[in-house]
């Protein structure tokens, strides 16, 4: 195989902790020849809960020295919470880099709903954004949509990510608002509208009061991360990324070990 003429610049994933795995899982599968390298901002964890005028600050602060230090190719914000708030904000202060978001998939949950009843499973920031109104009010006026903002729930994955055991009845307490009945039709699509859900999703279907779709973006984000990412012929995958930077700089030895399962060194 011809190695490339230029070394190729990485793909960064950015994400508050570490459910940005789950971009960067189907991110990886898309974009084989790239590196990658996955930040998480585990000492802002969780975003939920922050005042907004300091969230955009920091995450502003944070992409000044991620730029500088990584000069990536793109820059796939894995964060619900932090692209709605902040994306705007980003793409003006560094015009010449070009960001990916991730924002709730209300607009392909209201095309595929059968009942018109939908929920948005969210944190508490992303549901009272006013990009999340947007979105309903742009793509599903014709669909009743309950908004869900889970206090507890990005803790509760990143410790069962990690392997921790998390109880059954703490958890239906955080879903249980996304099951409505009215007018003899249920919810039939929950959007799980913040990356750390889906690795609890196996979770979700069982103690669900009865079936709906677990609506997942990972991989439509990934694949619009494709699309702007330049495709070079013969490229060869560098050994000099692929790994993973936590702002606290002290991930504990379960989070350590699970960046090695998803091939990632922990700097």
């Given amino acids: 195989m011809t190695a490339p003429t230029h ?3 990485p793909v960064l994933v950015f994400d508050s902790g570490i459910g940005g795995l789950t971009v960067l899982r189907e991110a990886r599968v898309l974009m084989p020849e790239r590196g990658f390298i996955y930040v998480a901002d585990d000492a802002g964890f969780p975003y939920g809960g922050w005042e907004e005028q300091a969230l955009k600050e920091r995450v502003i602060g944070l992409f000044g020295r991620l730029l ?10 894995a964060c619900n919470t932090a692209f709605t708030l902040v994306g705007a904000d980003l793409r003006a202060a560094f015009p010449q880099m070009t ?7 209300i607009k392909p949950a209201a095309e595929r ?17 006013a990009y999340t109104r947007d979105l309903i009010q742009s793509f599903a006026q014709q669909c009743h949509v309950r908004l869900v903002g889970s206090e507890n729930l990005a803790r509760m994955a990143e410790a069962y990510i ?3 055991a998390v109880s059954d009845d703490a958890v239906l ?3 249980d608002q996304c099951f409505v009945e009215k007018n003899s039709q249920r919810t039939d699509i929950v959007v799980l509208a913040c990356t750390h859900y889906p690795f609890m999703a196996n979770l979700f279907r069982r103690l669900a009061p009865w079936p709906v779709d677990w609506l997942d ?6 694949r619009r991360a494709r699309t702007l990412v330049p495709q070079i012929a013969d490229a060869v995958h560098p050994d000099n990324f692929d790994f993973a930077v936590f702002t606290s700089g002290n991930p504990d030895f379960a989070t350590r070990r699970l960046m090695q399962g998803f091939g990632l060194s922990t700097r």
């Fill in 7 to 9: 070394e190729l610049k």
């Fill in 217 to 222: 973006p990972a991989e439509a984000i990934a």
């Fill in 113 to 129: 709903t059968r009942s018109g009843l939908v929920s948005v499973l969210a944190t508490p920031g992303t549901v009272k954004r």
């Fill in 162 to 164: 990690r392997g921790d």
């Fill in 99 to 105: 960001f990916v978001g991730t924002v709730p998939a």
């Fill in 68 to 77: 500088e230090e990584h000069d990536p190719e793109v820059c796939i914000i």
């Fill in 173 to 175: 307490a955080e879903i």
